[in-house]
């Protein structure tokens, strides 16, 4: 006979120590991460990242600027284009710490949005054995009324005082009452983070698929189109392209300023036609305050200024008419710009240019002439105007395909000698009518002013949930700072039959936060309840 000996199969091999520790790390990194220490953390670090893209000009807002920003500075300019200093609000580690805050505020709010939600479908404990170890207690009252009729009273107190009320009876024929109050705390807190979470989504989306420009639009100019290459400046988000741009094309009729005796602006309203698609043109006025609001557009009025007409007749007879706006630099709307003629002296034999007979002016505009003679304006309203210009004669540069201003001569051009002072030293006045005769015998006439709007055109698709969420944010934020949660118990025993039977109400309170308040409600409510009024 043979004997099998039966083993037993090897059990499962226990997970390894080091899954065990990669999980146990995975576990604690989750816990810090959505802590609120380190959600506040990571706030604090955003708003810190967020100073370099007020220190460094920013690509995305001003590619003119970075190109000068590396011109002073060609060693630093290379290493901060390497850690995103141009580009903060697009860098890696901005994303990263912008993800991180978002992950954080989820994980934090998620759960605490379970709890209050239990917390609420949760009946108010059981009052403690003890009211003598709670922070505030009463000392015990007589009531002629028996346990069941008391307990019912001060419950009826509780609920028109707004606290979730629980009645239970006890072992001996007594009762006890457990009140509880302040949610509005928890829940106010909640939706402050719930509310930033939705700013933080907003400002996202609103970056990627929004877009803005900035246009100086002249009076009696054609106007202009939203299209990328008619702004003076644009930024679309990544998510945009050009042909997503709404359609829609603006014309200033008019503009009308008004000023205080001392200078400063009293009112702008600038009157515009408008088209939409291929829809009639309808007027507007609006207002530095009060925004036109076009189909997926805002337009917003900043500032404005003056654009002088000038007619220059070149040796052959031909005039071409310029209308130049002049940017001011200062509260009383003294301006400086550029006017450049380079399409000019083009002999009609041959209809050859040559590129160093070119023309240009440079100057500034003053709408008020001061009775010092100082070369700044006296008053922002064009009561006096005139133009002081200094012309320069040869290559203005603009062949080479380099970009420049055009509120402004090519600075380069005129260090090379290029181009040439042909005024002398002091600039050339001229009044609204007056002309200029040049060495040549060619003439610049001022033919008059147009007023011009300084515009900015914006569209964020998530606008209104910003708002939202920032009201929403206030609003939670009063709630958390003003709300306090606390409980109070009763308890209604039967009293001696020696005595006269009746009740013996105790009590006590237990302040959940801090509520230095909660001492003298918990007074007021002792007392209405001993007293049974309401």
Same mark, same amino acid.
């Given at each position: ?38 959600? %506040?953390? +990571?706030? #604090? ?29 060609? =060693?630093?300019?290379?290493?901060? =284009? ?16 912008? +993800?991180?805050? #978002? ?16 917390? $609420? ?47 239970? *009876? ?6 006890? !009452? ?7 705390? *928890? ?12 700013? +933080? ?97 805002? !337009? ?35 301006? *400086? ?23 240009? #002016? ?16 006296? #008053? ?57 005769? /040049? ?15 300084? $515009? ?20 939670? %934020? ?25 009740? +013996? $109400? ?18 007021? /409510? ?9």
């Amino acid at each position: 006979m043979t004997i099998v000996e039966e083993r037993e199969a090897p059990s499962a091999a226990p997970p390894p120590r080091r899954i065990n520790r990669l999980w146990a790390l995975l576990r604690n990194s989750w816990r810090q991460l959505t802590s609120m220490r380190t959600a %506040l953390v +990571l706030l #604090f670090l955003l708003a810190v990242a967020a100073i370099p893209g007020s220190v460094f000009p920013q690509r995305a807002v001003s590619p003119e600027r970075v190109d000068q920003y590396y011109t002073a500075h060609p =060693q630093l300019a290379p290493w901060l =284009q390497r850690l995103g200093g141009f580009e903060v609000y697009g860098s890696p580690w901005f994303a990263a710490i912008y +993800l991180l805050l #978002f992950t954080s505020l989820i994980g934090c709010v998620i759960p605490r949005l379970l709890d209050l939600v239990r917390a $609420l479908r949760t009946v108010p404990p059981e009052a403690p054995k003890r009211f003598d170890r709670l922070p505030q207690r009463a000392p015990e009252a007589v009531r002629p009324e028996d346990p069941a009729e008391v307990a019912e009273a001060v419950a009826r107190l509780m609920r028109r005082r707004r606290f979730r009320t629980k009645v239970r *009876e006890q072992a001996g024929g007594g009762f006890t !009452v457990a009140a509880e109050k302040g949610f509005l705390k *928890e829940a106010g807190n909640l939706m402050f983070h719930f509310a930033l979470l939705a700013v +933080l989504i907003g400002v996202g989306f609103g970056h990627w698929y929004g877009w803005h420009g900035d246009r100086i639009l002249v009076g009696g100019d054609q106007g202009f189109c939203n299209t990328v290459a008619q702004y003076d400046d644009s930024t679309l988000g990544p998510r945009i392209d050009p042909s997503d741009l709404p359609r829609f094309c603006l014309k200033l009729t008019d503009f009308t300023a008004t000023y205080q005796s001392t200078g400063e602006p009293k009112t702008f309203e600038a009157t515009v036609l408008a088209q939409e698609g291929d829809g009639p043109w309808v007027q507007h006025k609006f207002t530095v305050n009060h925004t036109l609001r076009l189909h997926h557009a805002n !337009v917003h009025l900043l500032g404005h200024g003056y654009a002088p007409v000038v007619r220059y007749t070149d040796r052959f007879g031909v005039s071409q008419t310029k209308v130049a706006a002049f940017l001011p630099i200062d509260q009383n709307q003294t301006a *400086e710009g550029a006017i450049q003629f380079p399409d000019i002296n083009i002999d009609p034999k041959t209809d050859k240019r040559d590129s160093g007979l070119q023309l240009g #002016f440079e100057g500034r505009f003053l709408p008020t002439v001061a009775k010092d003679g100082s070369a700044t304006s006296a #008053f922002p309203a064009a009561d006096d105007p005139a133009l002081f210009l200094t012309a320069y004669r040869g290559d203005l540069g603009l062949d080479v395909g380099t970009p420049g201003s055009i509120y402004s001569l090519n600075q380069a051009q005129i260090t090379s000698g290029d181009l040439k002072n042909i005024s002398g030293q002091r600039p050339h006045e001229l009044k609204v009518g007056q002309s200029w005769t /040049l060495d040549d015998g060619t003439k610049l006439e001022f033919v008059g002013i147009q007023p011009f709007a300084t $515009l900015t055109i914006r569209y964020d698709p998530t606008q209104q949930m910003v708002l939202v969420g920032a009201v929403l944010g206030l609003i939670g %934020l009063m709630l958390s700072l003003s709300m306090h949660r606390r409980r109070v118990w009763f308890r209604a025993l039967p009293g001696p039959a020696e005595s006269g039977g009746g009740t +013996l $109400l105790t009590s006590g309170g237990l302040p959940r936060t801090d509520y230095p308040g909660f001492s003298d409600e918990f007074k007021a /409510l002792v007392k209405a309840a001993e007293e049974g009024t309401p």
